[in-house]
């Protein structure tokens, strides 16, 4: 039993390892009608004032009146307005009425600037996020670059109605662009912001010939600016879209990428997200659709979303509360993953832990050491369960030994598991009891592992000297040896039932795990560490506390045999 569960969880981890390191989630085949389906979790943004839904939003007014075909409406020249807030600064472009500029003022890049996330690649290519592209009735089409700067919608140069703007928490503001070419084309879109908030509100009206036209707003390529080393160094920092569909959560990898799978109807929201940030977007309507679209360059695939009828746009981190608070369900974007109610609950304490001990580091220690705590009666459990069977090998083994042929030999099976049965059922062992309390313990490990890998609280944290941020490796790999070597130390004093040479093939454990984790969060690196250190503490007590009641029945009763 315990050879089977000790390589069921290598497996395990293998499988999970393996799976993450690709930074990829295998999507479940849908109809073709829509894409492919994979749970997500989302990653969350750290924010100084939660992001609460209105009670009642303007794009529910429509956009003001068309501007009269006759009448020519543009501008001279290009005008950038800049919108501040305590949480970002903004900078948009009459140009094709496009952002130019989001700088994240609580979050800081690797030079400890302000976090820009409209990705430079966008101004090199021309197509700037929030640029127009007509409508996408079936099958994602490729982008075309030349189209899309050519376009009247993105190449003219607009109306504003708008000027800078300094919001206070609470204070609003819009900023309005509108373009008519005199003939045909009449366009407007309007952006309302609130100080405070990352989410703000967007109308957007394209008229041809007096009729209107179904667009769709973009955003990228890609989401901020990480560069090959900040993606070596992050673990599952892998970019693409994320829908809601009724109740079902829609995930397109950019690495799984499959055109006939990244088109999503009657999505609730969409996003371009990564592990920490995103550009969310709330169709006007009760529903709108969302594609990712893939253009290959020479420079590598380029990714945009597309989103249909767009009224409310929530560009930051991906901070669990805020989102949360935000509502539509959007906190699935921290992906939390398969065991996100474990996750959750985990995030939960720690949060309350850090309010006390105002360090994630630490607050990860303590953390190990409440579960620990609490699992302590499953562990004794199990550690006295295995030390159980342990004593019970020699007799095990002379079973095996007196019905050799029991492979082969039905009659001979059923007797010797008879007798063994009857020797478990007199020494007092459950013969699953050294397994089930152990994998109880499985989900809520995967629960934190989802956990420190997503929440945004850990990115760029310290915890001490030469680990200033608990969600990249550590750049000595001292952690993770130290972890293996603690590894090796626990497993040494665990009571095993395994024969020697099973018992050896195992230590070979502690190194497989040193090589799985030299690349993951030093965050999580740090939670297993802990764990193995107070799990040494925990053995070296257990050990003793068996011994001492094993010497207390020898000394008193005889045992009988």
Request: proline share 7%; net charge positive; hydrophobic share 40%.
């Given at each position: ?6 390589l ?71 005008i ?35 976090l820009?996330?409209?990705?430079k ?16 009735s ?39 662009f ?80 499959k ?38 360059v ?5 990714f945009?979303?597309?989103v ?12 669990f ?51 620990k ?21 020699p ?57 420190l ?54 230590l ?38 068996i ?10 009763k005889?045992?009988?045999?």
């Amino acid at each position: 039993m315990e050879k089977r569960l000790l390589l069921a969880i290598v497996l395990s981890f293998a499988v999970l390892f393996g799976y993450q390191l690709l930074f990829q989630k295998k999507a479940a085949d849908v109809p073709a009608s829509g894409p492919a389906v994979t749970e997500t979790t989302i990653p969350a943004p750290v924010s100084a004032a939660p992001v609460s839904t209105p009670e009642k939003t303007a794009p529910d007014k429509p956009v003001p009146g068309s501007v009269p075909a006759s009448k020519a409406i543009g501008a001279p020249g290009e005008i950038k307005t800049k919108i501040d807030t305590s949480l970002y600064q903004a900078v948009w472009s009459n140009k094709g009425g496009v952002l130019v500029s989001w700088k994240l003022k609580k979050h800081l890049d690797e030079a400890k600037q302000p976090l820009e996330l409209v990705p430079k690649a966008a101004e090199t290519i021309g197509v700037l996020p929030f640029a127009l592209l007509e409508d996408i009735s079936s099958a994602p089409p490729a982008l075309d670059y030349a189209a899309l700067q050519a376009s009247p919608m993105n190449a003219s140069l607009y109306e504003t109605s708008g000027t800078d703007a300094v919001l206070k928490d609470g204070d609003s503001a819009e900023l309005r662009f509108r373009f008519s070419d005199g003939k045909d084309l009449e366009v407007e879109k309007s952006y309302t912001f609130t100080g405070g908030r990352y989410d703000f509100q967007i109308a957007v009206r394209v008229l041809r010939g007096g009729k209107p036209v179904e667009t769709r707003l973009l955003w990228g390529p890609g989401i901020g600016n990480p560069t090959a080393e900040d993606q070596k160094k992050s673990f599952g920092a892998g970019g693409g879209m994320t829908a809601m569909a009724s109740t079902n959560t829609y995930r397109v990898d950019e690495a799984k990428y499959k055109p006939e799978q990244s088109l999503i109807n009657f999505t609730t929201w969409s996003a371009y997200d990564d592990n920490y940030f995103c550009a969310l977007f709330l169709p006007a309507g009760d529903a709108g659709s969302a594609a990712l679209l893939r253009k290959d360059v020479e420079a590598g695939p380029r990714f945009y979303l597309a989103v249909s009828r767009p009224g409310r746009a929530f560009i930051g981190p991906k901070d669990f509360e805020v989102l949360t608070a935000f509502g539509h369900n959007t906190k699935k974007l921290v992906r939390f993953g398969t065991f996100g109610i474990f996750a959750e609950g985990l995030f939960a304490v720690i949060k309350a832990v850090h309010k006390v001990v105002p360090n994630w580091g630490w607050s990860i220690i303590i953390l190990t050491l409440i579960i620990k705590i609490i699992f302590f009666p499953l562990t004794y459990s199990s550690t006295k369960s295995m030390a159980k069977m342990a004593e019970l090998q020699p007799k095990i083994k002379s079973l095996r030994n007196k019905y050799k042929n029991a492979k082969r030999d039905i009659a001979q099976r059923r007797m010797m598991n008879e007798e063994m049965m009857k020797l478990y059922k007199e020494n007092g062992v459950n013969p699953a009891g050294g397994c089930l309390p152990m994998l109880i313990q499985i989900p809520f490990f995967f629960g934190i592992f989802s956990m420190l890998r997503a929440a945004i609280e850990f990115r760029h944290s310290p915890w001490m000297l030469w680990i200033g941020d608990l969600s990249v490796r550590d750049p000595y790999y001292v952690t993770p040896i130290l972890m293996g070597i603690t590894q090796f130390i626990s497993q040494k004093m665990t009571p095993t039932s395994a024969d020697p040479a099973q018992a050896r093939m195992m230590l070979i454990m502690p190194v497989i795990m040193t090589i799985f984790f030299m690349n993951f969060q030093s965050g999580l690196v740090l939670y297993w560490l802990t764990s193995n250190v107070l799990q040494i503490g925990q053995q070296y007590l257990m050990n003793r506390m068996i011994q001492k009641k094993k010497s207390e029945l020898n000394n008193g009763k005889p045992r009988k045999k």
